[in-house]
């Protein structure tokens, strides 16, 4: 047995020698690939450009399919307008390379939607048109998501060009509604969950980045919710000069009660709100401490002389494992170049509060609204307060202690020679709860982009190092994946 092991082990390693070396021969191929990806506009947030996501969609599909893959485009339905009208929300995506079942089966999720991008908004370089300057690769989507997913096609690829067997089966599921919310997926999810799901065994999502030069496993994420608090009063706009004075100001009431919400130094003023969340282990401490992160650099990278927080345990944890709130702004109010004397009549402050284990959404909701209506009462205003919540999405968070984990740890330690971080992000995938919640599969985020790619930014990239050598990861983790033992 053993020496059967040890040939195993010496045939993984001329495997992974070989594949490797496939993939440095074709990294223009690659590259090119990625440079058609990216010229098309897929911004699902614009329905105009609706479209160019389903072309996106039907390009995924077509290399699938041309790969041998058993393709599927599912159809999740259409998207309400404000205006009430419909449109058809881009087909996702699902294909099968492999029904071994004596194999594990890999699950890979991935997006090839992209956010807004426009050359005057700074872009350095022509946002849709892949350009390549020192090793990287600029262009909208490059890191999010669209090198990330075809660094897991060109693995399958790499496999099938050589004639290895995949040493397990791969599943892909790839939508185009991501940057906007996955309109449409969680149904889709829950449709599938005992046909496309029922066997598969692991579900991997690579849609996001490392901390620093050192490659990471991600094993946690914050949730989201999202409130809209509106204050109404006269029953139109006035003219400040002739009634400013004599009416209680609906701009004043919503900036008073938004004063409320967090201290100066950052403390959540919320009842309730810091005393659900999970607290901090001598175990989680010891990890952040361990992690690769450089404060001057974090500070000089976003542009500021001074943060929240000046040791490296405290930031990491109020950036990943803490709640925050973030006013992002106010709707209604006069915010146009020049000058206006205007006392709006009605204004809508939009914030957020990223939510961490042990917090619950449902919870948060009522005792945001509470309070908010208490701090209002308390004004005495005949003004009218609206709170409502239009997102509540839950964190995530996963053992680090389990095998795919380990799995993740060896294929890093196998490609790069490093030991990886184990860090968590501090913003939300709302598709990785719903995969636990729905499917009860296992998951892993494993990223590949680096942590200066500019996601949803100008000048977004993705390395070429990254881009390459992330495939290998990929490759490597699929050997390792196949050792693991079926939950």
Not at 69 to 89: F, N, S
Request: aromatic share 8%.
């Amino acid at each position: 047995i053993k020496s059967f092991t040890v040939f195993c082990s010496l045939l993984n390693v001329v495997h992974y020698d070989e594949l490797s070396q496939y993939v440095d021969s074709h990294q223009e191929e690659y590259v090119q690939t990625l440079r058609d990806w990216v010229a098309v506009e897929s911004d699902s947030s614009d329905v105009l450009r609706r479209p160019d996501c389903q072309r996106m969609m039907d390009m995924t599909a077509e290399k699938l399919q041309a790969m041998g893959g058993k393709v599927e485009l599912v159809d999740i339905g259409v998207q309400e307008l404000p205006d009430g009208k419909t449109v058809a929300l881009p087909k996702v995506v699902t294909a099968q390379f492999g029904s071994d079942p004596s194999k594990q089966t890999v699950c890979v999720y991935g997006h090839v939607d992209v956010q807004p991008a426009k050359l005057e908004d700074g872009w350095a370089t022509e946002p849709y048109n892949l350009t390549d300057i020192n090793g990287n690769l600029y262009g909208r989507g490059a890191s999010d998501n669209k090198a990330p997913v075809l660094a897991w096609i060109h693995t399958v690829e790499a496999y099938q060009a050589l004639s290895i067997d995949l040493p397990v089966n791969v599943k892909f599921i790839i939508e185009g509604m991501e940057e906007t919310g996955s309109n449409g997926l969680d149904a889709m999810i829950v449709a599938q969950k005992d046909t496309f799901f029922s066997d598969v065994d692991y579900i991997i999502i690579s849609d996001c980045g490392w901390l620093s030069r050192r490659p990471a496993l991600t094993y946690g994420t914050r949730g989201n919710c999202y409130f809209f608090a509106e204050v109404e009063g006269p029953k139109q706009d006035l003219h400040s000069g002739v009634y400013g004075g004599t009416v209680i100001e609906p701009m004043t009431d919503l900036i008073g009660i938004l004063d409320t919400l967090i201290s100066p130094s950052g403390k959540i003023l919320i009842p309730g709100i810091r005393e659900a969340v999970a607290p901090l282990s001598d175990e989680e401490w010891k990890m952040y401490q361990d992690i690769e992160f450089d404060i001057e650099s974090f500070k000089s990278k976003i542009g500021v002389s001074q943060l929240m927080y000046s040791n490296k345990v405290d930031l990491l944890a109020h950036r990943w494992r803490y709640p925050t709130v973030t006013i992002h702004g106010i709707e209604g109010g006069f915010s146009g170049p020049g000058s206006k004397t205007v006392i709006p009549a009605k204004v809508i402050a939009k914030f957020s509060i990223r939510q961490v284990p042990n917090m619950d959404p449902a919870v948060v909701k009522k005792q945001v609204t509470d309070y908010l209506n208490s701090v209002f009462a308390k004004r005495k205003s005949p003004n009218k307060l609206k709170v409502t919540m239009i997102i509540g999405a839950k964190p995530w968070l996963a053992d680090t202690k389990h095998p795919l984990y380990e799995a993740g740890k060896a294929a890093v330690k196998r490609v790069f020679n490093v030991e990886p971080d184990l860090i968590r992000e501090g913003g939300t995938i709302p598709i990785a709860k719903t995969f636990e919640d729905v499917t009860g599969k296992s998951i892993i985020m494993m990223p590949i982009g680096g942590f200066d790619d500019g996601l949803h930014s100008q000048n977004e990239k993705m390395s070429r190092y990254n881009y390459i050598e992330g495939t290998k990861l990929f490759i490597a983790y699929l050997h390792e994946v196949a050792h693991l033992k079926k939950d």
